[in-house]
């Protein structure tokens, strides 16, 4: 028993060393590094937060598209309107491709039709140009030229006769001149 008496006293000794050392050592890498270890412990836990966010979002999208494979309903529904709607733009596009098939054939007729007539004319020996510029005179209701050359005479003119915006000459109270060549004389 005198043994275990004497070891009594000898383990507290250790164990206060042990913790003397403990806090030196904690202390004096608390002392060296101490910010460093804050801002990387902030640092972690920002990340940490962030891509726990994202590994969230990335888990719902992933249920999301297993819910969505699991019901064929759904799956069966879209693909029916997808292909309603194509069923329609192929409607609406065969139609637009008629109109215009119909258009270059009136274009074709029409272009055949003024052939025929220059062909005639020119067998009965008129000039088919006068005659191709006739139908479009008289369908435009337009004004004449003889009247739009009358009007353009009555106009007075803005400048004078001799007005030569590239000459340099020719009134307006500014005139350009350049700088003065050589070193500036500044002081």
Not at 26 to 40: E, N, P
Not at 135 to 143: A, K, L, T, Y
Request: charged letters at 30%; hydrophobic letters at 30%; a positive charge.
């Amino acid at each position: 028993m005198e043994r275990q008496e004497e070891s009594l006293p000898a383990r507290p000794a250790l164990e206060t060393e042990g913790l003397r050392f403990l806090h030196t050592t904690v202390g004096s890498l608390l002392a060296t590094y101490g910010w460093y270890i804050v801002f990387s412990c902030i640092l972690l836990y920002v990340v940490f937060q962030k891509l726990s966010a994202r590994l969230r979002a990335l888990r719902q999208r992933q249920l999301d598209r297993a819910a969505a494979a699991v019901e064929p309903d759904v799956v069966v529904k879209r693909q029916e309107a997808v292909a309603a709607a194509r069923l329609k733009m192929q409607e609406e596009l065969n139609a637009q491709v008629e109109k215009h098939k119909e258009k270059l054939k009136q274009l074709e007729e029409e272009k055949r039709r003024q052939k025929i007539e220059m062909w005639d004319s020119m067998q009965e020996g008129k000039s088919y140009k006068g005659n191709a510029k006739k139908p479009q005179e008289e369908d435009s209701p337009g004004p004449s030229t003889s009247s739009v050359l009358k009007r353009k005479s009555d106009r007075k003119p803005l400048r004078g006769g001799g007005y030569n915006p590239l000459s340099g000459e020719g009134g307006g109270a500014c005139s350009w001149r350049p700088g003065r060549r050589g070193p500036s004389s500044g002081g």
